[in-house]
C-alpha cells in the first residue's frame, strides 16, 4: 500500500490539441451566436413589422457592427 502513491505521476500528457479545440469551440459558439442574433433580428423585422427590408437591413448591420466590436479579441498587454 505505501508505494503506490510514489507511482502517481501528475501532468505527463501534451494537451495542446485538447486547449486548441477547446479554444476553437468558444470562438466558433461566440461568433456563431452573433450570427443567429442578426439573422433572427433581420427576419423577424422583415416578416413580422411594417420597417421593410431596408430597416430590417439596417437594423441587422448595426447589430452585427456592435457585435464584432464587442466580440473581438482584446489586445493582451505585454510584460
Known sequence: MGNQASDYHRGEMDIHEQAATYAA???????????????????????????????????????AVVGILALREKATPAH
Open 25 to 63: 469551440f468558444g470562438k466558433m459558439t461566440k461568433w456563431g451566436s452573433l450570427a443567429i442574433a442578426v439573422a433572427l433580428t433581420f427576419f423577424t423585422l422583415l416578416f413580422c413589422t411594417p420597417a421593410g427590408f431596408i430597416g430590417a437591413a439596417g437594423t441587422a448591420v448595426v447589430l
